[in-house]
Nanobody
Framework: QVQLVESGGGLVQAGGSLRLSCAAS????????MGWYRQAPEKPRELVAD???????NYADSVKGRFTISRDNAKNTLYLQMNSLKPEDTAVYYC?????????WGQGTQVTVSS
């Protein structure tokens, strides 16, 4: 099975930047679509960005132009570069790996953006 561990969260002021990392224990090359989701208190979990097996990226409208998702298959790591952070970005961010048969989740990392 694939195990996912997120890191890089923390407290940042509005307008600042953070880079989240998701380290996978197994190879992610060509096997899984990878994505970042987030969940704020009293709100449903939502897709932030994902990247397909073929490398196509997709972003939520709320983060387009500010966030960048990337994957380094050689290092088995997924990244989320977050720039121009806003207080409404505050949430627990989760890494996800999916294919036809499996659906894996990390335990999340807290991102808090102060005003």
């Amino acid at each position: 099975q694939v195990q996912l561990v997120e890191s890089g969260g923390g407290l940042v002021q509005a307008g600042g930047s953070l880079r989240l990392s998701c380290a996978a224990s197994g190879s992610i090359s060509s096997r899984y679509a990878m994505g970042w989701y987030r969940q704020a208190p009293e709100k449903p979990r939502e897709l932030v960005a994902d990247v397909s097996r073929g490398g196509r990226t997709n972003y939520a409208d709320s983060v387009k132009g500010r966030f960048t998702i990337s994957r380094d298959n050689a290092k088995n790591t997924l990244y989320l570069q977050m720039n121009s952070l806003k207080p409404e970005d505050t949430a627990v961010y989760y890494c996800n790996a999916q294919n036809y048969y499996y659906d894996y989740w990390g335990q999340g990392t807290q991102v808090t953006v102060s005003s």
